[in-house]
């Protein structure tokens, strides 16, 4: 069976940093885009980051840009993401995914919670002021 598990995250300050990790088992992932999610309360979950198939092309999501980075380790079946210069409205749970199917369909055009398959149970992420 496939299995996505997140680690890492906690508790920081605003102005912090954090890395959260996710392993992907029982799915071969080097043709898909893996992303990055985020959802707080009363809030839909939305994509924030997406490693798009090729591992290099990434896209992220205009509050996150500049202060977030996602990488992936296929070999490795693992999904980074590094965030950095931490907001309060950056609190959350964080989720990793992994997109359906293999289709090579951009990020940029098409980031929806609907197109990826495999979830993670998620990490939550509060940042104090």
């Known amino acids: 069976q496939v299995q996505v598990a997140e680690s890492g995250g906690g508790s920081v300050q605003a102005g912090g940093s954090l890395k959260l990790s996710c392993t992907i088992s029982g799915l071969d992932f080097g043709d898909r885009s893996v992303g990055w999610f985020r959802q707080t309360p009363g809030k839909e979950r939305e994509g924030i980051a997406c490693v798009h198939w090729d591992g290099e092309k990434i896209y992220y999501e205009k509050t996150v840009r500049g202060r977030f980075t996602a990488s992936r380790d296929a070999a490795n079946s693992t999904l980074y993401l590094h965030m950095n210069s931490l907001k309060p409205e950056d609190t959350g749970m964080y989720y990793c995914?992994?997109?359906?199917?293999?289709?090579?369909?951009?990020?940029?055009?098409?980031?929806?919670?609907?197109?990826?398959?495999?979830w993670g149970q998620g990490r939550q992420v509060p940042v104090s002021t």
């Open positions: 995914a992994v997109k359906r199917t293999s289709a090579h369909d951009v990020c940029y055009l098409r980031f929806l919670k609907t197109d990826f398959g495999y």
